[in-house]
DNA sequence: CGGCACTTTGAGATTATTCAAGATAGGTGG
DNA sequence: CCACCTATCTTGAATAATCTCAAAGTGCCG
């Protein structure tokens, strides 16, 4: 989705509509249903990153606030540095995710953002998007549903207490994700070591070993190292207590 | 802050500037310099909802989401119902603080909210607010920057793992909130039950009883049923890991 | 003065962590 | 191509933390 120059629009609409398809940015345009003009207006303010490796951070804590990230490729993790000096793992992003939305508020982002694997991000500078926002109607509003979205998806980690229950409710969060991007929702490759998955869990490395053998034990995942494979997603889902979805 | 007939608008520009000056929905207009006219347009859609008591809600989950809710005095706390039919506490909401950002995105609310005590809040028509912000300069980008500090505000809780780092996290978030609004930093009146603060934590009840207890064993704090007296904030902040606050 | 909800305390069971050691895969240089 | 090296991952045993179960203490309200 990156700007264009001027000719081959149409083009461009297409090859557009191909890479975004499944990405949260589009959230910003296609469903509020904005014109042709307006769209290619959106598109111009849009870069891609470039190409970042393992270890590459998009963004450091403390950066000024400059752009909104979507996730084109790769995956990315964030995180910050406790008063102990040790990282904090905060989340992972997917291809097709929001990074950075935390950072409107003190202009400054809150947490570093690094590439886990080969990936890169599509880049929406914020400035520029505000501006639209104030022109394009629907916009505005578009934004808000994003960030309200980001708000509302911190919620349902925080029920899960048992060691099997977070790591159930780990598995079953990414196969979803993944699978809302167009990917196998039963066959996950985990670009992050056990270690950040363990600290993202707040659990010790050796239990999250622990755990996905006794999952496998039971029959409901394979694993064969970073690939793992849900073969009873009801078993895993009969673990987590997250909210049951219905209103009260 | 509540809606006026018409007559005596200077009395209530006054009245609103006592009651809001340390309200969150204050940053929707005083920090962007908003003219005279401006703050009355905003002042005009607020409204304050009726007295609730302890057990009633403002809103339950699953609700169509018409308003953002900023709390006026006691306490609130937002829950979920697992699949279990067990409550999980999703955080406490104290005066001036806001309540139902999550819920933009699916027009719905993802958690029902409940008065703790004598308390109130005001309504702020979310319609009405989003089309105020498509034509007041500056109120667009306040709300974004709300929501943006509602999703900051849940990353330093992930950190803290054993129950002595919840507890003393638990005890300054508090002060500093308290703090922020005006009241004391160092006596504490907790308005919620054991049981939620527990669950909240994700702790067992006796386990809160006991970490408040060896706390009071320390000296850092004073326990007298729910009232609790911070003697040494120093002491509690050591426990909790969380964020240096420190670029890296 | 009960009754009732909340809170505290104790003892044993459970769960997860820490410490220590071994296994495995991927990359590197000979 | 193979041996080695290092990261990562797994496994085991002992330790520490938290939970559960049970019971007793406390204050509040009618």
Redesign the pocket.
């Known amino acids: 989705m990156s700007s264009a120059t001027g000719q081959a629009r149409e083009l461009d609409l297409r090859e557009l509509k191909r890479v975004c398809s499944n990405c949260s940015l589009k959230e910003l345009c296609v469903p509020m249903g904005l014109n042709r003009g307006e769209v290619e207006r959106l598109d111009k303010v849009v870069e891609a990153s470039r190409s970042l490796h393992n270890g590459d951070h998009l963004f450091r804590k403390g950066d000024p606030m400059r752009s909104i990230y979507a996730v084109r490729s790769g995956t990315f993790k964030s995180y910050v540095i406790n008063r102990d000096g040790e990282e904090q793992v905060i989340g992972f992003h997917l291809p097709g995710e929001l990074v950075g939305l935390d950072a409107i508020h003190p202009d400054h982002h809150q947490c570093s953002v690094m590439a886990l694997d080969t990936a890169s991000a599509c880049i929406m500078p914020f400035s520029q998007l505000s501006e639209l926002a104030a022109s394009i109607p629907g916009l505005q509003r578009q934004i808000m549903r994003l960030l309200s979205k980001e708000i509302s998806s911190m919620v349902p980690r925080a029920a899960d207490?048992?060691?099997?229950?977070?790591m159930s409710g780990f598995l079953l969060d990414l196969s979803r994700r993944l699978g809302e991007r167009g990917y196998s929702t039963s066959d996950l490759r985990?670009s992050?070591?056990?270690?950040?998955?363990?600290n993202y869990?707040?659990?010790?490395?050796?239990?999250?070993?622990?755990?996905?053998?006794r999952f496998q034990d039971e029959g409901w995942i394979e694993?064969?190292?970073?690939d793992i494979r849900i073969v009873d997603s009801t078993a895993l889902k009969s673990m987590v207590k997250g909210d049951d979805g219905e209103a009260q």
Chains 1, 2 share one sequence.
Do not use: F, G, H, Q
């Not at 207490?161 to 977070?166: L, P, V, Y």
């Not at 992050?192 to 363990?198: E, F, H, L, N, T």
């Not at 869990?201 to 053998?213: I, P």
């Open positions: 207490t048992t060691a099997e229950e977070r985990l992050m070591p056990r270690k950040d998955v363990a869990l707040r659990l010790a490395t050796e239990t999250v070993s622990r755990v996905l053998r694993v064969d190292r970073r």
